[in-house]
């Protein structure tokens, strides 16, 4: 089989909710496509490697904050 190997570039922001309730917070994230136009939030290393694996990430654009 001659099958091209497929290459998507993300941009991921990681970073960690202030929180009084548990310290020392929780981590949050979000993965970008590279042009800006499509994002999914997520609050764990497992949904993120979710998104990733599902061979392409959801088509739709998740608005809402985690």
Not at 42 to 61: C, H, Q, V
């Amino acid at each position: 089989m001659n099958i091209k190997r497929r290459q998507i570039t993300y941009i991921v922001r990681i970073w960690q909710e202030p929180s009084e309730l548990a310290a020392p917070g929780e981590w949050r994230g979000v993965l970008r496509s590279l042009d800006g136009r499509r994002q999914w939030f997520f609050k764990s290393a497992e949904e993120l490697w979710d998104l990733l694996t599902r061979g392409e990430a959801p088509a739709e654009t998740e608005q809402g904050k985690p």
